[in-house]
T-cell receptor, first 115, second 109 residues
């Protein structure tokens, strides 16, 4: 499968614990996006990277959230001191910007449950 | 503030009937508009974008800047069209995307 992959697919954690998710984009894609999706809602933009640079962050991304894309390839999203309100599906998408195209290809998501 | 509104949570139609999924937006500028689809147990995927003016799987969407709408239409619905549909908006530089809350389309036999 050469699409976007995300690990783990499911994560159950206790309130107050830290969690880290990984996203592996399509190899030649230079942009990588993180979204959060709660039940009954569409994806909410969290942040995006162009290569290794984090160029945009939503106000939704509190100081407990941090994302990295150290070598411009895979990315990690860490949530510190998790809260029950962090329970959601976390989606990653990648795209290749240029030539007027920017189709995002989504991963399967990581479902986080905070007990 | 930027916003994408999909007023219908659920739309049920019979096979062969016309379908229109509504999308209204608010944005101070000239956005790019998209429709994404998520079939059961599959990933979210792009269906169409307004700048390409394509018809994908029989679906079309016209951007109406006066009414700030981007409704998705298909003249004859098929059972395989049953899915979750999301309207999305992006600034011209694609630095962020705003999604609506989605409409579940159910096409009955």
């Amino acid at each position: 499968d050469t699409g976007v992959s995300q690990n783990p697919r499911h994560k159950i954690t206790k309130r107050g614990q830290n969690v880290t998710f990984r996203c592996d984009p399509i190899s030649e894609h230079n942009r990588l996006y993180w979204y959060r999706q709660t039940l009954g809602q569409g994806p909410e933009f969290l942040t995006y990277f162009q290569n290794e640079a984090q160029l945009e962050k939503s106000r939704l991304l509190s100081d407990r959230f941090s994302a990295e894309r150290p070598k411009g390839s895979f990315s990690t999203l860490e949530i510190q001191r998790t809260e029950q309100g962090d329970s959601a599906m976390y989606l990653c998408a990648s795209s290749l910007v240029g030539g007027g195209h920017n189709e995002q290809f989504f991963g399967p998501g990581t479902r986080l449950t905070v007990l | 503030a930027q916003r994408v509104t999909q007023p219908e949570k659920l739309l049920s139609v019979f096979k062969g009937a016309p379908v229109e999924l509504k999308c209204n937006y608010s944005y101070s500028g000239s956005p790019e508009l998209f429709w994404y689809v998520q079939y059961s147990r599959q990933r979210l995927q792009l269906l169409l974008r307004h700048i390409s003016r394509e018809s994908i799987k029989g679906f079309t969407a016209d951007l109406n800047k006066g009414e700030t709408s981007f409704h998705l239409k298909k003249p004859f619905a098929q059972e395989e069209d049953s899915a979750m549909y999301y309207c999305a908006l992006s600034p011209y530089n694609f630095n962020k995307f705003y999604f609506g809350s989605g409409t579940k389309l159910n096409v009955k036999p």
